[in-house]
C-alpha cells in the first residue's frame, strides 16, 4: 500500500495445529489520514473491505481523521481513554527524554494496556466487531502507527487462533521493516525543530517495537490471569464456544 503505512495481511500464518488463517481478511495498519485513490480501490475492490476499527484517541481521530473507503463501515474505539498520562503520539514520546525511560514506558504502557478494565472492553468490542463481520469482507484495524494497540489487537486475535508465539512475535517486529520510511521523516522533522538529543534518541526508540514490549505484557497476564487462555476468557470475554466459533470461520481446514 502507497499511503497505509505498516500494511500488511496477517492471514497465511499457520497455528499450532498447521492450520492457516484465511488470507484477505485481518489486515493491521497505521493510520489512514492520507489514503490515495489507488489504495482506496484496493481495499474495496481486492480486500472487499468491511470495517475499518480505528483504536486512536479521540484528540489523534480530531487531528487528523481516516478518510473513507466506500462500503466499509467506520468504528471507533479508544483503547487508552481511561489510561491517565500516557498516550501513543510523537508528541507524548518525545516530552520522555531519554531513551531508558522511553523503553520503560512502552514497557509500562503495554502492561496497562493489558489489566485497564476500559482497554480490555474495547478489545472485546473489537472481537465483537470481527465475530459481525459479513462473510467475505474483510476488517481493518489500526492506530497511529500499526504497532502498539494494534500490535496488541493482533496479538490477541492470533493468541484465540492458537498461533504460536514465535509467529505472534515475528509478525509484531515486522513494524520495524515496514515503518523505516516514515520513521526517519519523523526524527528529520523533529531534527529541524532543534530537539535535544536525548530527547531525539527518545523519540526514535519509541517509533519502533522492542520484543521486550511483548514480554512485559504477556508476563503481566500470566502474573494476574495465570495464562493467556484465562485472560482472553475473563478479561477480554472470549468464552470457550466463542473461541471455537472464532476458530472455525477465520481458520482453513
Known amino acids: ?60 481521530v480530531k487531528e487528523r481523521p481516516d478518510m473513507s473507503v466506500p462500503k466499509a463501515e467506520y468504528i471507533h474505539i479508544d483503547i487508552l481513554e481511561d489510561i491517565q498520562d500516557e498516550g501513543a503520539s510523537i508528541e507524548d514520546f518525545v516530552k520522555i527524554g531519554s531513551p531508558e525511560k522511553s523503553a520503560a514506558y512502552m514497557e509500562k504502557l503495554y502492561a496497562d494496556i493489558a489489566l485497564n478494565k476500559t482497554s480490555q472492553k474495547g478489545y ?74 536525548a530527547n531525539l534518541d527518545a523519540l526514535h526508540v519509541a517509533l519502533n517495537v522492542d520484543s521486550s514490549y511483548l514480554d512485559n505484557f504477556y508476563q503481566t497476564v500470566e502474573k494476574q490471569y495465570g495464562d493467556v487462555s484465562t485472560y482472553l476468557t475473563q478479561a477480554i470475554g472470549m468464552d470457550k464456544a466463542t473461541k471455537e466459533a472464532f476458530n472455525h470461520r477465520f481458520l482453513l481446514n
Open 124 to 197: 472485546n468490542k473489537f472481537f465483537e466487531e470481527i465475530l459481525a463481520l459479513p462473510q467475505q469482507e474483510s476488517i481493518l484495524f489500526h492506530c497511529f502507527a500499526g504497532k502498539d494497540r494494534t500490535g496488541i489487537a493482533a496479538l490477541l486475535i492470533l493468541e484465540t487462533l492458537e498461533v504460536p508465539r514465535e509467529a505472534i512475535y515475528t509478525d509484531y517486529l515486522l513494524t520495524n521493516n515496514l515503518r523505516k520510511k516514515e520513521n526517519a521523516q519523523i526524527l528529520e522533522q523533529a531534527k529541524k525543530a532543534h530537539l535535544e538529543p
Open 1 to 60: 500500500m502507497v499511503t497505509i503505512t505498516n500494511f500488511r495481511d496477517i492471514g497465511g500464518i499457520k497455528n499450532k495445529e498447521g492450520k492457516q488463517i484465511k488470507q484477505n481478511l485481518f489486515l493491521r495498519s497505521g493510520e489512514l489520514s492520507s489514503l490515495a485513490k489507488e489504495d482506496e480501490q484496493r481495499l474495496e475492490t481486492t480486500y472487499r473491505l468491511g470495517k475499518i476499527i480505528d483504536l486512536r484517541s479521540e484528540a489523534e
